[in-house]
C-alpha cells in the first residue's frame, strides 16, 4: 500500500513552474529518497505532501485519503529551514511539539530521545543556548517525538559532522525498522545511495528518476570504467568509445558509449601505460545526477 | 480547538512568564499615568524655604494689608499642626520706597536680585490702582509681579486674592457702604456640580443626587480608556513582530507542518488576548480594592466594567488578527516597523479625539464615531463611563457592529496570513496584501 500518492499535481508561482505535472507514489515502510539541484522543486514537493501549500492542479492522497488538517497530526515534518523558539527550554519544546502533533503525553519519549542522541544535559537549557549541530538534533527530535507514520525530512544531514549523520542516520533506520515510512531530500548521493529502497530525482520541476537504485543504474548499463595507471588522464586522451573523462587524480573515471566494447578500449589502455587496476561498474548516483544536471548535461526528455 | 489551545498555552506562557511582562505591568501606568501620578507623589515635595517678595507700593495703602495677610498665612500654613514640620515656605515681604527719578534702574537692580538669589520676585503695583479705568491701558493702575516665573507661581495668585479683596473692600466703603457689610456683599457662591437624582432600587427612595467631582467625571473614562489602550500594547500589539519573527526564523514552517494556519493565527491571537486579560484583571482588581480601602468605592463604575471587558476582548481579537497578518507579510524588520504605525490606527485616532469626545459624549460627532466598529471599543466605553451617560441601545449596537467587524477581520486576517506566511521576498505592497486576502 501507498502512503503516499501523488497524480500529476502542477504548482507555480508566478511565472515559475516550480513542480510539472509530477506523479509519484511512495510504499509503505519504505525510504525514499528526493535528490535535485537546489530549486529543482523538491522543496515545494514536500511541502504539497504536508498540504502546507497546494498544488494548482492534480491529487494528493496521503494515507490513502485526501490531505484533511488529521492526516497531519501522523507526519512528521522537518522544514530545510531549521526554526525553534529560541527562548524555550529544550525539554519544554519538544514537548509542545509532541504534545501538538500527537495530543498526548510525550515525556517518555522525549526523555528517550534527548538520552538517544546525547542531549541530555541539555534538557533544561534554552535553545539559544544550542551549537548548530545540536539544535539541528532538537528539530530532528521534535519532528519524530510524537511517533509519526510517515516521516519527511527536507535535507536532514546538512551542517552535521560525521558523528552525527550517523547518529541520525541510525535513527533514521530504526524509526522505519518500527514501521515508518520515511522521505527525505538530500543532496548527498553517498547516502542516498546507501539508505534509500527507492530515489526519487526532480529538475526543473520534472520528474527525471524514480525506482530503485538497482533499476536507475541498469538503465544506463555498465558504462563506467575506472582505471588507475601509471600514465594517468595523459594516457587516455582520445580512446575510441569513450564519451568523458572524469580524472579523480589517481583514479580516471570513463563513460563509454553504448556500442564500444569495454574489453578493446582497456586493451587499448594496456599499449599506452602500465595499468594498476581497472574496473566496469555501473555509473554511481553522483554520476547520474550530473549527467542530468550537470554542466554538460544535454537538452533531453526523460520518461 | 486542541492545537489553539495548545498554542494558546505557550504563547501566553512565553509572554507571562518573562520579567519583562511583570515589569511592563509596574511601568505601564507610572508612564501612562506619568506626569499625574509623579505630581500626586511629589505634592508634599514643594520647596520649603522662604519666599521673599519685595514690594514697590506705589499706592501707598496696599503695604499694610499684604503684610497682614502674609502673617496670618504663614502662621496658617507653613507647619503642619500635627508634626510641627515646615510643609510649605513662608512669604517674606521687604517693603521698598519706589524710586520716583529712575524707576527702571530699581527694576533692573531687583531684577539682578532675583537672578543672583538673593530675592524670589518683586511686585510692583500702580499709584492708580483704587480708582482704574476700565477698558484703558494706563500703567497707573497696573500690578505687576515679576519672577524667573511669574505665571505659575503660587505667590502670584495668592495676592490677586489679597489684593482684590482689599480694593474692592475700599472701594465699597468709598462708595458709602457700612464695612461691616463688604464681607457678605463680595461673598463668592461656588456652582456646585450634581449628578441626577434617582430612585433606590432596593428601598423605592429617591435619593439625594450625588456631588460629582472632577475625579469621577474625568478620571473615571480616562483611566478606563487608557486601560484599555495599554492592554492593547500589551497583548496585541507585540503580535505584528513576533508573527514576524517566527516566519523569519522558520518556526511558521514547522508548525504549519503541525496545524493549519488559521489555527496558528488564532493560537497567537488568543494567546495575546489572554495577556491583555491577565493585565486588565489586575488592574481593575488592584484598582478596585485600592479605591475600597481608600473609601471611594463609590466611584468604582460597576456597570461599564462589564463593558470593559467584552470591549476589551473584541478589541483585542479585532486588532490582534490584523497585526499577525500584516507580520505575515512581513519579510523585513524594517517593513514590520513601517506597518507598526498604520496598523495602530483603531486605538491612536480614538487617542487623538478623548478631549473633545469627553467633552461633549453626546454630541452627534461622538455617537456616530464610536459607532464606527474599529473604534467603538475604545470611543463607546470612553462615552459610556462618562457620568452623562448615553442611550442604553448604543453600546449595544456599537457590539451588534464590532462584532460583525471582528468576524470580518479575522477572516480577512487569516487569508492574508495564510499566504503571507510563507511568502518570501519582496515589501509588504497593500495591493498584494488584498490580492492575497481576496484571491489567495
Redesign the interface.
Known amino acids: 500500500m501507498n502512503v503516499v500518492e501523488i497524480e500529476n499535481i502542477t504548482k507555480t508561482f508566478g511565472r515559475v513552474t516550480a513542480v510539472n505535472d509530477l506523479s509519484l507514489n511512495v510504499p509503505r515502510g519504505s525510504i525514499y529518497g528526493f535528490i535535485g539541484p537546489n530549486g529543482s522543486g523538491k522543496t515545494t514537493t514536500l511541502?504539497m505532501i504536508?498540504n502546507?501549500?497546494y498544488p494548482d492542479s492534480g491529487r494528493i492522497r496521503i494515507f490513502g485519503e485526501e490531505m484533511r488538517?488529521s492526516s497531519?497530526?501522523r507526519?512528521?515534518?522537518l522544514?530545510e529551514?531549521?526554526?525553534?523558539?529560541?527562548?524555550?527550554k529544550v525539554r519544554d519544546l519538544l514537548r509542545?511539539?509532541g504534545?501538538?502533533?500527537s495530543?498526548r503525553n510525550v515525556d517518555r519519549q522525549v526523555d528517550s530521545w534527548l538520552k538517544r542522541l546525547d542531549l541530555g544535559d541539555w534538557a533544561g537549557k534554552k535553545v539559544e543556548t544550542l551549537s548548530k549541530g545540536m539544535g539541528q538534533k532538537v528539530?530532528f527530535i521534535?519532528t519524530v517525538v510524537a511517533e509519526p507514520e510517515l516521516i519527511i525530512l527536507d535535507e536532514p544531514f546538512t551542517g552535521l559532522d560525521p558523528v552525527n549523520v550517523e547518529a541520525i542516520k541510525n535513527a533514521v533506520l530504526d524509526l522505519r525498522a518500527n514501521g515508518a515510512t520515511v522521505i527525505f531530500s538530500t543532496h548527498d548521493m553517498n547516502v542516498a545511495e546507501k539508505m534509500c529502497d527507492f530515489i526519487f530525482m526532480i529538475f526543473k520541476g520534472k520528474k527525471v528518476l524514480d525506482g530503485t537504485l538497482v533499476s536507475i543504474q541498469d538503465k544506463y548499463g555498465s558504462d563506467t570504467l575506472r582505471v588507475r595507471s601509471q600514465g594517468g588522464i595523459s594516457a587516455l586522451q582520445d580512446l575510441r568509445g569513450v564519451d568523458k573523462i572524469t580524472d579523480f587524480g589517481g583514479l580516471q573515471e570513463l563513460r563509454i558509449t553504448p556500442e564500444a566494447n569495454p574489453q578493446k578500449i582497456i586493451a587499448e589502455v594496456m599499449t599506452r601505460t602500465m595499468v594498476y587496476s581497472f574496473e566496469l561498474a555501473k555509473p554511481t548516483l553522483y554520476d547520474i545526477f550530473l549527467r542530468i544536471a550537470g554542466p554538460d548535461a544535454k537538452e533531453e526528455s526523460y520518461a | 480547538m486542541?492545537?489553539i489551545l495548545?498554542?494558546l498555552k505557550?504563547e501566553y506562557l512565553?509572554a507571562v512568564k518573562t520579567k519583562g511582562f511583570i515589569i511592563m505591568l509596574v511601568l505601564m501606568p507610572v508612564v501612562m499615568g506619568g506626569s499625574g501620578i509623579a505630581m500626586y507623589l511629589l505634592r508634599g515635595q514643594v520647596d520649603t524655604r522662604d519666599k521673599t517678595v519685595a514690594v514697590l507700593d506705589r499706592s501707598g495703602f496696599l503695604t499694610e494689608t499684604i503684610l497682614k495677610a502674609a502673617e496670618e498665612r504663614n502662621k496658617q500654613a507653613v507647619t503642619d499642626k500635627g508634626t510641627g514640620k515646615k510643609v510649605q515656605p513662608a512669604y517674606v515681604f521687604e517693603i521698598m520706597a519706589p524710586e520716583t527719578t529712575d524707576p527702571q534702574g530699581q527694576k533692573l537692580g531687583l531684577s539682578n536680585r532675583v537672578r543672583d538669589g538673593s530675592l524670589h520676585a518683586f511686585l510692583e503695583i500702580g499709584p492708580d490702582v483704587l480708582h482704574p479705568k476700565p477698558g484703558e491701558d494706563d500703567p497707573t493702575f497696573l500690578i505687576s509681579y515679576y519672577a524667573k516665573n511669574a505665571a505659575v507661581d503660587p505667590i502670584r495668585n495668592w495676592l490677586n486674592n489679597v489684593i482684590n479683596n482689599e480694593l474692592r473692600k475700599k472701594r465699597l466703603v468709598e462708595s458709602g457702604i457700612d464695612e461691616s457689610r463688604t464681607g457678605e456683599i463680595l461673598f463668592w457662591i461656588q456652582v456646585n456640580p450634581l449628578g441626577l437624582v434617582s430612585v433606590d432600587q432596593a428601598t423605592g427612595e429617591i435619593q439625594e443626587a450625588r456631588r460629582t467631582s472632577e475625579a469621577e467625571a474625568v478620571l473615571v473614562p480616562i483611566i478606563l480608556f487608557f486601560l484599555m489602550f495599554m492592554m492593547v500594547m500589551m497583548g496585541a500589539m507585540p503580535l505584528l513582530q513576533s508573527t514576524f519573527e517566527?516566519k523569519l526564523?522558520?518556526?511558521?514552517?514547522?508548525?504549519?507542518?503541525?496545524?493549519?494556519p488559521f489555527e496558528f493565527m488564532a493560537g497567537k491571537v488568543l494567546g495575546g488576548l489572554c495577556v491583555a486579560l491577565t493585565g486588565a484583571s489586575v488592574y481593575v482588581a488592584g484598582a478596585a480594592y485600592l479605591m475600597n480601602r481608600l473609601g471611594l468605592a463609590r466611584f468604582i463604575p460597576f456597570d461599564v466594567i462589564p463593558w470593559f471587558f467584552v470591549f476589551l476582548f473584541l478589541e483585542i481579537i479585532m486588532i490582534g488578527s490584523l497585526l499577525a497578518a500584516l507580520g505575515s507579510a512581513c519579510n523585513d524588520p524594517k517593513d514590520a516597523q513601517n506597518l507598526t504605525f498604520p496598523a495602530m490606527f483603531p486605538v491612536f485616532i480614538p487617542m487623538f479625539l478623548l478631549m473633545p469626545i469627553l467633552q461633549e459624549p453626546t454630541s452627534a460627532f461622538a455617537t456616530w464615531l464610536s459607532l464606527f466598529p474599529p473604534f467603538t471599543p475604545m470611543i463607546m466605553l470612553l462615552r459610556k463611563a462618562s457620568p452623562s451617560g448615553i442611550p442604553a441601545w448604543q453600546p449595544w449596537a456599537g457590539l451588534a457592529g464590532v462584532l460583525i467587524f471582528t468576524l470580518f477581520s479575522v477572516w480577512l486576517g487569516g487569508r492574508i496570513f495564510r499566504v503571507g506566511i510563507?511568502m518570501q521576498g519582496g515589501p509588504p505592497k497593500l495591493s498584494r496584501i488584498i490580492r492575497w486576502a481576496f484571491r489567495g
Open positions: 511541502r504536508m502546507i501549500i488538517g497531519a497530526d507526519i512528521g515534518y522544514p529551514e531549521r526554526g525553534l523558539y529560541k527562548k524555550m509542545f511539539f504534545e501538538l502533533k495530543g528539530q521534535s | 486542541r492545537k495548545k498554542l505557550r512565553a517566527e526564523q522558520r518556526i511558521a514552517e514547522v508548525l504549519l507542518g503541525a496545524m493549519t510563507l
